[in-house]
Nanobody, 124 residues
Framework: QVQLVESGGGLAQPGGSLTLSCAVS????????VSWARQPEGKGIEWVCG????????YYKDTVEGRFTISRDDAKNTVYLEMNNLKPEDSAVYFC?????????????????WGQGTRVTVSS
């Protein structure tokens, strides 16, 4: 059974930084493509960024590109989301999502594995 467990959420000031972690278990880590999605309060869930299972490529939503960095550590079976220059509109519950395969599509329907989510609040 594949499990994804997020950690690292919390409160940050505008312009600040947070790093989220997603620990993956129950699968061969190098065969799982991972993305981060988020759901602002009262709004729908949206894809934020993703990284290929072989670490060969990564993609970002335009509103976070240049501020967020997704990475993966195969030795730790963990995917990270480093968030810099945070804005109030980045406030949301962030979900780590995974799928068997190489690529990380922005269509969240293509992901089979979901974490429980971690809340990020950006406020002064």
């Amino acid at each position: 059974q594949v499990q994804l467990v997020e950690s690292g959420g919390g409160l940050a000031q505008p312009g600040g930084s947070l790093t989220l972690s997603c620990a993956v278990s129950g699968a061969t880590f190098s065969s799982v493509a991972v993305s981060w999605a988020r759901q602002p309060e009262g709004k729908g869930i949206e894809w934020v960024c993703g990284i290929y299972s072989d670490n060969s490529d990564r993609y970002y939503k335009d509103t976070v590109e240049g501020r967020f960095t997704i990475s993966r550590d195969d030795a730790k079976n963990t995917v990270y989301l480093e968030m810099n220059n945070l804005k109030p509109e980045d406030s949301a519950v962030y979900f780590c999502v995974g799928r068997s395969g190489r690529v990380c599509p922005p269509n969240l329907d293509e992901y089979d594995y979901w974490g429980q989510g971690t809340r990020v609040t950006v406020s002064s």
